[in-house]
């Protein structure tokens, strides 16, 4: 019962912090920061073993002042629309908060607006990053951690400048199986608990 309890009291929490994140809409964002990423067109990296070197930058030729509210760049790596296809969790949304195409952080630093010079950052591709199509993607973050400015390495479209990313053997598959499980899990033993209680309260009232 106080399990039962400290669920609900968690779920109805969560549920009021994440309706607190703004919404933030990536078509709203505007394309200011230049960002570059290493490996060639169509280059095959190994997670684990292989290195991307990032740069990104403020767009120089923008107006004075698009970068007034920056105080966070950061930068993820991002799935191809062709990683995407027939994985629903790899889903692109306008929703920020709801876009899964980014799921892999490579690194946020402070921005620091005094010093607009490039910022470059080396990557090791981290051994859990599944076999998949890529491009990289920074964000320009304001002091509520929302976004308020981008760029990425490829075309809008998403067609140019992306490389692959090689898993460990065999792990990308059991990887992802085992997220789609855990959440199928989490929903069934959500509902047995709910279904449990209605039959126990019911059971009470006789
Ligand atoms: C920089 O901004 C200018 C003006 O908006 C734009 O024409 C240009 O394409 C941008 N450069 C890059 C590399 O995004
Ligand atoms: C600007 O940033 C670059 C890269 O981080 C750094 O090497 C350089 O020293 C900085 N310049 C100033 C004036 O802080």
Not at 144 to 158: I, L, M, N, S
Not at 185 to 197: C, I, T
Request: aromatic letters at 10%.
């Amino acid at each position: 019962m106080a399990s039962l309890r400290l669920l609900l009291a968690s779920l109805v929490l969560s549920s009021l912090l994440c309706s607190t994140y703004a919404n933030v809409l990536f078509s709203s964002l505007k394309r200011t920061l230049i960002v570059t990423a290493s490996p060639p067109q169509g280059a095959v990296l190994k997670a684990g073993v292989d290195k991307i070197t990032v740069t990104w930058g403020l767009n120089q030729t923008l107006p004075a002042g698009t970068d007034s509210a920056y105080k966070t760049i950061k930068v993820k790596l991002c799935y191809a629309p062709i990683s995407q296809k027939d994985r629903a969790w790899r889903k692109t949304e306008d929703k920020l908060s709801k876009d899964k195409t980014c799921p892999h952080k490579i690194v946020a630093k402070p921005y620091n607006s005094a010093n607009k010079t490039v910022q470059s950052f080396e990557w090791l591709v981290e051994r859990d990053v599944p076999t998949a199509t890529y491009f990289v993607r920074a964000y320009a973050l304001d002091s509520a951690e929302d976004e308020v400015g981008y760029g990425q390495t490829t075309d809008v479209h998403k067609a140019t400048s992306l490389f692959q990313i090689q898993a460990i053997t065999g792990r990308h598959t059991t990887m992802d199986i085992c997220s789609i499980c855990f959440s199928a899990f989490a929903v069934v033993s959500l509902f047995g608990f709910f279904f449990n209680e209605k039959r126990r309260a019911k059971k009470g009232e006789k």
